[in-house]
Nanobody, 123 residues
Framework: QVQLVESGGGLVEAGGSLRLSCAAS????????MGWFRQAPGKEREFAAA????????YYADSVKGRFTISRDNAKNTVYLQMNSLKPEDTAVYYC????????????????WGQGTQVTVSS
């Protein structure tokens, strides 16, 4: 089992940038595909980005493609989400997730979740 702790959320103006981090416990971090999901107020949780175990493949939702970059450092047991050109519609709670299964932009259900970090983008 893995425990995930997100950090780096906050308030930013439209057009700004934030970098989210997710620290994972345990020594088996490299065996998990990792991802970021988000949930805006009144909406269902949605996929944002994912990365394979060895960083060889990345996946993005169309809404964030070209603006967000997911990366991981297996030596530090950490996955990142660099968010640039932020828009008010990016406002959401962002969740880190881990899975034994290969990641995908659709129909991917990670087994482990963090508690979430709030990102608010003002217009």
């Amino acid at each position: 089992q893995v425990q995930l702790v997100e950090s780096g959320g906050g308030l930013v103006e439209a057009g700004g940038s934030l970098r989210l981090s997710c620290a994972a416990s345990g020594r088996t971090f490299s065996t998990y595909a990792m991802g970021w999901f988000r949930q805006a107020p009144g909406k269902e949780r949605e996929f944002a980005a994912a990365i394979s175990r060895n960083s060889g493949n990345t996946y993005y939702a169309d809404s964030v493609k070209g603006r967000f970059t997911i990366s991981r450092d297996n030596a530090k047991n950490t996955v990142y989400l660099q968010m640039n050109s932020l828009k008010p519609e990016d406002t959401a709670v962002y969740y880190c997730a881990a899975s034994y299964s290969r990641p995908a932009s659709t129909n991917w259900g990670p087994e482990y979740w963090g508690q979430g970090t709030q990102v608010t983008v003002s217009s």
